[in-house]
């Protein structure tokens, strides 16, 4: 959720680590500040608010130093203000420490040091951490790194931290547990974040911290690495492949609607080296040592949340579709609690766009537990996904930096198809001709793709209609349904409009009893088999005066007539329609945010990765 950016070196490090917020600050925004050691004197700077709003209150005061750090709040603890907002200091101030999850047995901790005389100010269990280490390394005589790791053998709960102490000025510690932390290698300095971009600017080589990893670097050039049961571990570095240009706007005036405008490139990605529709060759090597599980599996479990849930709802059509696979979709965070039925034979396949979800990855490791084989798809290589799981398949969807998921959607979609492709075909569900027609047409989506987003303009007259809306409603069927649920999750993040999708031959079950002629109701109506039974629940909207805005396919003409308003989408196959259909629905939803004057990249109480409960 936070965002965590530090930095030791020969630079200044206010200028690297408030540019390292303005790129973290998708991960939180209710306020942010920043650390700096000068002088054997930590000197600290926060508001509540924006990154902005912090960097308008340093402009004018001291922000020199070559040792700092920084953080942007996504509020678990505490409500968002000043005082609560990281950094926090130990109680005799020499101390300082940023944290991004949740220490849970933080009261008993907080009561314990607090009958030895702590006084805290904040009400974060984050205060109760740093108060922990000043008071373990006092009582012990320990140095900063030592009384670090026996804290965090006290501690319960998920973190990420760095802690800098004015006794030792000439490194930084950092630990991980549930939580991500990246460590950067530069040339006589390093640097440390929640995820690489606020690094790639200055160096790619990475280290990527494992559970209960706890790193020291040192202005001198060294980087160690102990767990917390005190074992040496070596550091395992790796090279960043993403490139700067991916982080910025790129002339877009928000970056969702760049994230849009990528899909064909982000779609495309997602499929080279993996398809060839010439050769009806399809190839996923990050399932092949996994074949023969997957050509027995008897069940298909998915497991995933928000946006992904809606990916993995998609999966659930295509394998049982495709692959003739009995398959099961969970939202992670019911999973992980309800004691699940979960046999060795099971595949489980867990979704994620940052590869941090913390219900995710407990998820995983209760079906691991269970003896299941997990395989995970993932947009972020190195993220703690892909290395929990025991194979699977990466997104390509580039960085995606809005919070409302959009590339990285269309992108997860385009490899579960192509999943289900190859566990059909390799189970001999389909046929070699009818694999090749599919390869045909998904190698086309990334233009057809290209043709949808020229609905853009329209989409802006559409909003018109719906931005004064207190409510709308989505219905979709088949293939459909889900992205009706993704459209209507898509208006709720980011123009704060209560929206629901429904199965369109639900809405008379209940929602029919909504609709009047002050409800927009948004019905995906893509040429499919269940056509015939979609435009019979139109006339049923119809009859109550409900607004209709329809997605048709080009060349429709029956739904066009009965809808108020329509978009029209290239025809493609229904097994692949929801990469067309989700185009729209994206656009509509941005537009009408823009008419609402919402703030479209970072809508309020929301933050990109859920790395705590």
């Not at 373990?136 to 320990?142: A, F, R, V």
């Not at 060795?344 to 299941?372: H, M, N």
Request: net charge negative; with cysteine.
């Amino acid at each position: 959720m936070c965002g965590i950016v530090a930095y030791i070196g020969k630079k200044e490090a206010y200028p690297i680590v408030i540019k390292g917020l303005e790129r973290l600050e998708y991960r939180g925004y209710d306020s942010a500040g920043v650390a700096l050691l000068k002088e054997s004197k930590i000197n600290l700077f926060k508001e509540k608010g924006k990154v902005q709003d912090l960097k308008n209150k340093a402009a004018n005061e001291d922000v020199s130093g070559t040792s700092g750090m920084g953080h942007t709040r996504w509020a678990t603890h505490g409500e968002p203000n000043m005082v609560n907002a990281h950094p926090h200091l130990s109680g005799n101030g020499k101390i300082a420490l940023i944290h991004n999850g949740i220490i849970e047995n933080y009261a008993a901790l907080k009561t314990t040091l607090e009958s030895r005389g702590h006084v805290f100010q904040s009400d974060t269990d984050t205060e109760v951490l740093v108060h922990l280490i000043e008071e373990i390394q006092s009582k012990n005589n320990l140095d900063l790194a030592e009384a670090v790791r026996i804290s965090l053998g006290e501690v319960t709960g998920a973190y990420a931290i760095v802690v800098m102490s004015t006794d030792e000025p000439d490194i930084l510690v950092g630990a991980r547990k549930g939580s991500p932390m990246v460590v950067g290698i530069g040339k006589d300095e390093f640097f440390m974040a929640s995820d690489a971009t606020p690094i790639i600017e200055y160096t790619k080589n990475v280290v990527y911290l494992e559970d209960e990893e706890i790193a020291v670097i040192n202005r001198k050039g060294k980087l160690s690495i102990k767990t917390i049961s005190n074992e040496d571990v070596a550091p395992a570095i790796q090279e960043l492949k993403m490139e700067i240009e991916a982080l910025e706007k790129g002339g877009y005036d928000h970056y969702m609607l760049k994230e849009i405008f990528e899909q064909p490139r982000s779609i495309y990605d997602s499929m080279r080296g993996r398809i060839d529709s010439t050769k009806g060759d399809i190839h996923m090597g990050g399932l092949e040592e996994y074949r023969n599980t997957l050509m027995n599996a008897k069940r298909i479990i998915v497991v995933a949340c928000g946006t992904s849930w809606h990916a993995a709802l998609v999966a659930e059509y295509l394998f049982e579709d495709l692959a003739r696979i009995p398959t099961e979709v969970e939202y992670a965070s019911e999973f992980r609690y309800r004691n699940p039925v979960i046999y060795e034979d099971d595949v489980v396949v867990a979704i994620s766009q940052s590869g941090e979800t913390a219900d995710t990855l407990a998820a995983i490791e209760l079906a691991k537990q269970k003896g299941a084989t997990v395989l995970g798809v993932c947009n972020v290589v190195g993220s703690s996904i892909p290395r929990a799981t025991h194979a699977g398949a990466y997104t390509h969807a580039g960085p995606e930096i809005g919070v409302a998921s959009t590339k990285a959607f269309t992108a997860q979609v385009t490899v579960l198809i192509q999943m289900a492709l190859w566990i059909a075909y390799n189970r001999g569900a389909i046929n070699q001709a009818k694999l090749t027609r599919y390869l045909v047409e998904l190698e086309a989506i990334p233009a057809k793709v290209e043709k949808t987003l020229k609905c853009a303009e329209y989409a802006k007259e559409l909003a018109k209609m719906i931005a004064s809306s207190d409510n709308a409603l989505y219905l979709g069927r088949g293939y459909n349904f889900p992205i009706a649920l993704e459209g209507a999750l898509k208006l709720k993040e980011i123009s704060y409009i209560h929206a629901e999708g429904y199965p369109a031959a639900e809405m008379k079950h209940g929602p029919i009893a909504l609709i009047d002629e002050n409800m927009p109701v948004i019905v995906l109506a893509t040429k499919n088999s269940q056509y015939e039974k979609t435009v019979s629940n139109i006339q049923e909207v119809k009859a109550r005066k409900g607004k209709i805005f329809a997605i048709v396919t080009k060349g429709d003409t029956e739904v066009k007539e009965m809808a108020d308003y329509y978009i029209q989408v290239p025809d493609c196959p229904e097994e692949l329609s929801p990469l067309i259909s989700s185009i729209p629905l994206q656009l509509i939803s941005y537009e009408v945010a823009l008419l609402r004057e919402c703030n479209v990249d970072q809508p309020r109480n929301l933050a990109k990765s859920v790395t705590v409960e």
